[in-house]
């Protein structure tokens, strides 16, 4: 191999590095492999949580489907929506679930409240769904919320005199 060659092997090797750095520097820590034997590492939903939280703290209103954004929260237009209106809020925090929730954690989460509000008003919700899912039945291990426009109750049928 020519010098020039390892120099750009090097160069490449460094900047991946350097921008690892910058997108992962504000996440917490997910075990990717371990020495012994682990009941947790590695599992698709925590790869799919550090990466949702790479691109939430990093990318913001770059990111597709975005619709609303504040400092402390974004919401996107569900990839697959379950619903006609189906939305998810995000916490520009990682946080991995709800039992993460630490106290200083509060204003991200209030703001998710608050936006999840807002966006239910601008979009005319009067009969929706908003939630969260436990560790054990989230897709993405990062604390996230639904909001969903559910299908308004039936009109009463007319009463017969």
């Not at 682990?38 to 550090?50: F, I, K, V």
């Not at 709800?98 to 009067?126: N, W």
């Not at 436990?134 to 993405?140: I, N, R, S």
Request: aromatic residues 10%.
């Amino acid at each position: 191999m020519k010098p020039i060659q390892i120099a750009s092997y090097l160069l490449v090797l460094a900047l991946g590095m350097l921008l690892g750095g910058y997108l992962f520097k504000d996440v917490q820590t997910r075990s990717f492999m371990a020495v012994k034997p682990c009941n947790g590492c590695y599992r698709p939903n925590e790869l799919a949580g550090l990466l949702a939280s790479a691109g939430v703290l990093r990318a913001g209103a770059a990111l597709p489907l975005v619709v609303m954004e504040t400092e402390r929260c974004l919401a996107i237009r569900h990839p697959a929506p379950w619903a006609q209106s189906h939305y998810v809020i995000f916490p520009k925090k990682d946080i991995k679930d709800i039992g993460d929730i630490a106290i200083d954690d509060q204003p991200y989460v209030l703001d998710c409240l608050a936006m999840s509000r807002k966006l239910a008003q601008e979009k005319g919700f009067r009969h929706y769904r908003f939630y969260t899912n436990g560790p054990g039945l989230q897709d993405v291990r990062y604390l996230h919320f639904h909001l969903i426009m559910a299908a308004p109750d039936p009109a009463p049928a007319p009463r017969k005199d």
